[in-house]
């Protein structure tokens, strides 16, 4: 059982805009504040869309947004295209230099 | 271009220790950055395990604190774990990863070795 909760699901039409949340507590992203959104396909290695809360790494599409409100961080994916559709992990830390991630949410595009 | 890569047994005994060393290439482990391991059991979630900091100063999960050890190699440009006293939950794709951040963002990943756990 994960430590920081996501929706197992989530879906939208291309062109849409899907947010997925990513629910911690004061020991983690409440206190830290530096939550990173990996993207996994199936049978790749995860990879990286955002992190530190709101940074993209170069290369990652401006369609990738994230922000944190209190416990809970997001992760905001507009204009939704077809190879969007993957799993999504948000991860955050959870005391000195300790980490965690979430249990994970599948993306649908319809 | 940072490129990392996993090896190791593909199958571990039970009780046994499991031990992968993860190739580094394009950038030398010891200029620096946190190096970090994860593990996915098949058709489950990611698992933070271990992360070293380029001087050598550990960190790891407390989950697992008392059966992992994260080293690097220096000489060899590479990291190694050992996970001991292994059981089947320990059954999981193993990739390895650089942090560009030192905050669980892991940029660079290897491509993953999945490791059984079986008699």
């Known amino acids: 059982q994960s430590a920081l909760t996501q929706p197992a699901s989530v879906s939208g039409s291309p062109g849409q805009s899907v947010t997925i949340s990513c629910t911690g507590t004061?020991?983690?992203?409440?206190?830290?504040?530096?939550v990173s959104w990996y993207q996994q396909h199936p049978g790749k290695a995860p990879k990286l869309v955002t992190y530190d809360g709101f940074k993209r790494p170069s290369g990652v599409s401006n369609r990738f947004s994230a922000s944190i409100s209190g416990n809970t961080a997001s992760l905001t994916i507009s204009g939704l295209r077809a190879e969007d559709e993957a799993d999504y992990y948000c991860c955050s830390q959870a005391g000195r230099n300790t980490f965690e991630f979430g249990g994970g949410t599948k993306l649908t595009v319809l | 271009q940072v490129q990392l890569q996993e090896s190791g047994p593909g199958l571990v005994k039970p009780s046994e220790t499991l031990s992968l060393t993860c190739a580094v290439s394009g950038y030398s482990i010891s200029s620096g950055y946190y190096w970090g391991w994860i593990r996915q059991p098949p058709g489950k979630g990611l698992e933070w395990i271990a992360s070293i900091y380029h001087s050598g100063i550990t960190f790891y999960s407390p989950s697992l604190k008392s059966r992992v050890t994260i080293s690097m190699e220096r000489s060899k440009n590479q990291l190694s774990l050992k996970l001991n006293s292994v059981t089947a939950a320990d059954t999981a794709v193993y990739f390895c990863a650089r942090d560009i951040s030192a905050s669980g963002a892991f940029e660079y990943w290897g491509q993953g070795a999945l490791v059984t756990v079986s008699s």
């Open positions: 004061t020991s983690d992203i409440g206190t830290y504040t530096l």
